[in-house]
């Protein structure tokens, strides 16, 4: 049976499912991209065909990367549903069914179960819904019904249309609004109640890290925890209480993470203590608060550079040093002084006491000299 | 991940003030200074915890991680877990609710346990708008 599969990455309201402008789809959650991680799921429920039609944004180059062997389209927000609702119609249409999902959220569905179901009980429409009947953003729908399809895009997977079966998913899911729920994800999957895997070594019991991690003597890191690739934690840093430090990402001296995500290539500065947060993308989102502010100091929150920058900028470096040395010697003022013998520096009284004052080594005459100074 | 080492537990007594303290500092400092220390503190009887006695812990907690150990908590009385959580050291520890699971975690996790952690989901208080549905396994 040729079951396929569309994957419609992002979209939804202005501030929805997003921070700092970015889905949170696309970001690394314990290691590996949120939409890698629902392409991986679709593979293991036996569909290999699969087309990601992903919201256009600085990190969907790297998203796209990420997932290999899919067909990926990228197309602006306003478009991601339409353009959905097209691919359905060049390529979907030849297969038996075709499974659409919406990753604004993030579902745990047995994909195998899900078509077994919808095959055998013969629907043309199957919508997926957690236990309390609010649909999950999964359908699964005949190649044949375009319009079925096209009317389940524009709905924007959210909706249950009246003649589709029901599919009841009892695995993790979290809708992903907002910055808590993708904190909660995060932990979730920490303590074990996600069935995602961190994407690491378990270095000790409920520590992962990733290939490439830094982290030095002296910073302490806590079960449970992940600590992703090229990750640097500095001395006296804490990582703490399902805290996940993303790949790239540098930690600086004495800083605190705690029940905190930090996003991929976001440094946090020395000795600042963050709790309950998202941080990233020169922003933090304090859940506790119910905040989302934006940092412009970069020794507070930063950028990380990454290693190609690294590189270039310590080439320029290395390219620039004998110019600049040159250049500085050229036109330096100030002489270099051969230092003096023992001898010569204890006979030679100080420059600072041959000094001329104003009247030629008369003191002003409203002076009471106490004391003359000097080897005379 | 298995480790054979042994682990000790040890109960603080029920007033862990300077002079506590410092007795119970001496009564460890062999374990301390072992290779590799692996040490649970029990807190269970635990009624007065002053400065001094924080500053005990950290002090056992430098010294153990200084030869590439660990020290955890376990059975926070109340007033222990009051005083840790004021002076912001809750955060640079495991702690368990039993010693048991304090001692198990040093050779396997056991992601259970940590479900009813405090800083768990399930008990953080969150601004209500920005609370989500998020469900997971019973």
Known sequence: MDV???????????NEGRMAGLPFAMMEVLGQRVVARAVERLRDGGI????VVAESCAISGAAQRSCTGVKWTETHALDLWRQGAHVFATS???ADAVVLVRLGGWAEVDYERLIHAHVTQGARVTSVIDAAGFPLGVAVVNGARRNDAAHLLKAQLLEIPHQAQRFVCHGYHNALRGPYEFRRLAADALIGRAAIKPAGTEVKPGVWVGEGARIQRGARVL?????????KVRSSAVVTRCSSVERGACIDCGAVIDNTTVLAHSTVGAGLDLSHSVVGYRRVAHLARGVEIGIV???LIGLAETGPVQALRSAASLAAF???EFLRGLFSRDGKCEPATVAEAVKTPAAALNAQTEADGEFPAQLLVARRYGND | METTRTVISKHLPERVTAKAARTFLNEIEPILHSDRPQIVFDLSVVKQLDAAGVDMLLECMGEVMKRDGDLKLAALSPQAAVVLEMTRTDRLFEI??????AVRSFSRFVPEVMRNQPFSFDRTTVADNTQGSSKGIA
């Open chain 1, 92 to 94: 979907g249409q030849a």
């Open chain 2, 96 to 101: 368990y609710a039993t010693a048991s699971d």
């Open chain 1, 322 to 324: 004998v110019p600049v």
């Open chain 1, 4 to 14: 396929r599969a569309i994957l419609v990455v992002g979209g939804g309201e202005l």
């Open chain 1, 297 to 299: 100091d970069k020794k």
């Open chain 1, 48 to 51: 290999d065909t699969i087309h």
């Open chain 1, 223 to 231: 079960a449970p925890c992940y600590i992703g690739p090229q990750v």
